[in-house]
């Protein structure tokens, strides 16, 4: 389970959300062989993310891993604000003045779906920390990241941060997801990131994955 992130990756995976809805465009035969392909990336990150259904959780380091991501999750769980009418998800997240809040919240978000989808976890497949993830998802969207937004302060969050975590919790969250609520979380990246290889907020600036050059 790697913690380290290339753009190209994103880019691939950030096509595969935006671009699945226009299969229901093509014909019959081309869309279901699209969708077999697009589903075998979903599974194939999903495993990247999880070490994947036939994790050797007898493996000392991998355990250890596991109970780190189970730490991780109930930490965040434990703490996130469930309340209704609530402004914020953790009262030391709610500086909403500065971007990296977002970012930060879509880790957290991320981090509880890794704790669920991974094999071995005792949060494993658990229903109400699926309830609370997708709650969080839903009111993220539904106050600070949708297609009705606009950048402010580091462009970093709204187009790089944001997009890496909330794709990965929805590759792992994929099952739980409503058809509503994948749809809106697509908008909201088709928004920031309608072109991954182009800054959105500088369209002169072309994304190389280790720097950014003028166009």
Do not use: H
């Not at 704790?115 to 539904?142: H, P």
């Not at 099952?175 to 309608?194: C, E, G, I, R």
Request: aromatic residues 10%; neutral net charge.
């Amino acid at each position: 389970m790697s913690l380290r992130w290339k753009k190209s990756a994103v880019v691939a995976l950030l096509a595969c959300l935006v671009l699945y809805p226009f299969l229901l465009l093509a014909g019959p035969a081309q869309a279901a062989s699209a969708a077999d392909e697009y589903d075998l990336l979903r599974d194939r990150w999903n495993a990247y993310l999880t070490g994947g259904p036939a994790i050797d959780t007898s493996d000392p380091e991998i355990a250890a891993k596991i109970s780190q991501v189970e730490t991780n999750a109930n930490n965040y769980w434990s703490s996130m604000n469930k309340s209704a009418g609530r402004t914020y998800l953790w009262s030391d997240l709610a500086n909403w003045s500065v971007s990296s809040t977002i970012s930060a919240n879509y880790v957290r978000l991320k981090e509880m779906a890794l704790a669920y989808a991974t094999a071995g976890s005792s949060l494993k497949g658990n229903a109400s920390l699926a309830a609370d993830i997708l709650n969080g998802l839903d009111w993220m969207y539904a106050n600070k990241y949708n297609e009705s937004k606009g950048e402010s302060g580091n462009w970093w969050d709204w187009e790089i941060g944001v997009p890496m975590n909330l794709t990965d919790a929805m590759v792992l969250m994929y099952d739980q997801m409503s058809v509503t609520q994948k749809a809106n979380y697509t908008k909201a990246l088709d928004k920031f990131v309608p072109d991954p290889t182009y800054r959105t907020n500088s369209p002169s600036l072309k994304e190389t994955g280790i720097g950014s050059i003028k166009r």
